[in-house]
Each structure stands twice: as structure tokens, then as C-alpha cells.
Nanobody, 119 residues
Framework: VQLQASGGGSVQTGGSLRLSCAASGRINRVDDMAWYRQGPGSQREMVAS???????NYTDSVKGRFTISRDNSKNTVYLQMDSLKPEDTAVYFCNAGVSLPSGYFRNYWGQGTQVTVSS
């Protein structure tokens, strides 16, 4: 199973970016999906999560600015980021809980994509 993230880049304050992350491989079902980020000198933090039933959760600092969504037919999660601020600058990682055909459940991480917001 692989998670392939894309969509990072550099924008100015107030700009927007959309991240995508697709899970591929031998998958029975993708359960919870989430985006995390790790800024310079900071610990990795959860930004937003979404269940297979589309229930969402956000960290306080991004509420009202970021929107997480998913397409279960494509095993893909998205993060629409609007009104970006310099403090959103970080490497963003996608995460997914995957039920495998073997019956095992495992957690996977994507490779990370850089988001840079300049003032």
C-alpha cells in the first residue's frame, strides 16, 4: 500500500492550495484519513481528519480556513487550504488507516509535501 501526496507549493499570505493524497495497492477498505503537518522545529501535529462516513475534525488553528474531504471511490483524501498564513508553513503528510485483504489493519503515511506561505 502506498500513499501518494501532491499539491504543495509556495503562496503568499491569503492564498490557497489544495492537497491530494491517493492510496493505492492491495486494499480492502480505507478507514480514517487525515492530514498532519510538521513545521520547522516543531512536532508533527494533526491538522484535519475524516472518517469513511465523512465525519470531520480540525485543529483549532485551521477551523474555517481548511476543508478536508474524500472520494471513497478513488481512495483519495483532499485538503483545501484557504486564507493561508505564514504559520501554516510546514511539510504536510497524509495518513490513512487501511484494512487489508489479509484481514490485518495497518496505518500508512504519505511522503510529505511542502507548503510555504510568505508574508
Amino acid at each position: 500500500v502506498q500513499l501518494q501526496a501532491s499539491g504543495g507549493g509556495s503562496v503568499q499570505t491569503g492564498g490557497s492550495l489544495r492537497l491530494s493524497c491517493a492510496a493505492s495497492g492491495r486494499i480492502n477498505r480505507v478507514d480514517d484519513m487525515a492530514w498532519y503537518r510538521q513545521g520547522p522545529g516543531s512536532q508533527r501535529e494533526m491538522v484535519a481528519s475524516i472518517t469513511s462516513g465523512f465525519n470531520t475534525n480540525y485543529t483549532d488553528s485551521v477551523k474555517g480556513r481548511f476543508t478536508i474531504s474524500r472520494d471513497n471511490s478513488k481512495n483519495t483524501v483532499y485538503l483545501q487550504m484557504d486564507s493561508l498564513k505564514p504559520e501554516d508553513t510546514a511539510v504536510y503528510f497524509c495518513n490513512a488507516g487501511v484494512s487489508l485483504p489479509s484481514g490485518y489493519f495497518r496505518n500508512y503515511w504519505g511522503q510529505g509535501t511542502q507548503v510555504t506561505v510568505s508574508s
